[in-house]
Every structure is written in C-alpha cells, then in structure tokens.
C-alpha cells in the first residue's frame, strides 16, 4: 500500500513569490492534515480538510491556505513568501472521522520550502 | 492549555539501556495521545497511541505508559538499539482533528 505522497521534494522560492504544494493520502484516506515543521518551533498544525471541506486551521495568517480535491488529494498554497515560512512542510493523512477518539495519522516525507 | 511538554529535549543511552521520554498536558478533553519516531530528511512514523481509557500499552520493545490523573504519558524504549536512534514526538488531540505535537526528544543510542 503506498503511503501519503509529497511533491515537490524540495522548493525553493524568493521572497514575496507564491508556492504550491501537494500532498496524495493513503487510499482510502478521506482527511489531509498540513504540518509546519520549522527549525526550533516544532511541529505546528495548519491546516484539515475532511470531504473536500476545511475543518480547521492553525495560528497562521491568511496567506497559507489550500484545497482538498474530489480524489481527495491537496494543495498547500502560500502566498507572499516571507524568509520565515523557510521549513519542512508535511502532509498526513487519515481515516474519515466517526469514532470518538480519532484515527491515526500517517505522514509523507514533506516539502522542504526554501525562501531565499 | 492546548500545549502539551515533552522532556528531556535530547537522551543518550547505552545500546542494551532503556530509554524514557516524558511527556504532560493540560487539556483533560485530549482522547488520543501518538508518539511518533522521525529520522532525518523523512516525516513522522507512527509509533505507538493509547486512549486514557487504558494505562499501558505495548508494542515489541516500545511501551506507553499513561497516568491520566497526572495528565501524563510516556515512551518506553526497551533493549535500545542504535538504530533508534532519531528524533521523538509525543502528540495530543480531542476527536479527532489536529494533532498538538511535543517539542520534540532526540534520542542518541551508543553502541
């Protein structure tokens, strides 16, 4: 079974640029979830989608948001890059809510967003 | 409330030791509590979860161990091998949904 999948590896844009990125889930996964991994701040939600839906977001500024699609793949868009959103961007994946306690998350091996 | 604090932030062990990561929190609504295992240049590997419904759970040599009147949980390693040897996060969420991440454990395991 293939795991989540991350493209691009690795990007790298300038300041004030926009980004894109993509995630595919597990099959049979119906919830993406976006991490923000930067050096010294951890891992940090983003955002949830869930049926094509946004079901939440994290502390970040409007520039950062995105889409789930039909097939229940995502992007990521960032827009007005600033040198601070330099980071590993992770995707994860899981199965659709419904039971009480939620469902495991399954990471890809993420974007590296570079802003130079 | 929603953070959850993980120590220490970096253990060494010897090969054969048992390593021991601790984690609390404060949001006594938190269900579900992963650790997850991260090698450089790859994302997070679920480990091991427990519920509060339970207070141990083991998986081979990996063994949470959690005290809900605490409002604590913890990571086991037994027999620890340098291949272990990574980056730890202990996670917390309510219902699914987000996941409030540790600050993070990198553990050395020496041979």
Redesign the interface.
């Known amino acids: 079974e293939a795991g989540v999948t991350q493209s691009p590896t690795h990007l790298i844009k300038t300041r004030g640029q926009q980004a894109t990125l993509r995630c595919s889930p597990i099959s049979g996964h119906t919830s993406v979830y976006w991490y923000q991994q930067a050096l010294g701040l951890g891992l940090q939600f983003l955002l949830w989608y869930d049926e094509g839906e946004e079901r939440n977001r994290g502390n970040f500024p409007p520039r950062f948001s995105g889409r789930q699609f039909p097939n229940y793949s995502s992007e990521l868009n960032v827009n007005a890059l600033e040198l601070e959103d330099s980071a590993l961007y992770l995707c994860a994946s899981s199965l659709a809510l419904g039971q009480a306690g939620g469902q495991p998350q399954h990471f890809g091996d993420g974007t590296r967003l570079s802003i130079l | 409330q929603q953070q959850v604090k993980q120590s220490p932030q970096s253990l060494i062990v010897q090969k054969g030791g048992i390593s021991i990561i601790n984690c609390a929190y404060e949001n006594t609504a938190f269900?579900?509590f992963?650790w997850?295992q991260q090698f450089p240049?790859?994302?997070?590997?679920?480990l091991i979860?427990i519920?509060p419904d339970v207070s141990e759970k083991k998986e081979g040599r990996f063994t949470i161990s959690f005290n809900k009147s605490a409002k604590q949980f913890s990571l086991h390693i037994m027999d620890s091998q340098p291949g272990d040897s990574a980056t730890y996060?202990c996670?917390a969420?309510?219902?699914?949904?987000?996941?409030?991440?540790?600050?993070?454990t990198e553990l050395s395991v020496k041979p």
Request: no cysteine; charged share 20%.
């Open positions: 269900d579900y992963p997850y240049g790859k994302g997070p590997a679920l979860a519920r996060f996670a969420s309510k219902q699914g949904g987000k996941l409030i991440f540790g600050q993070g």
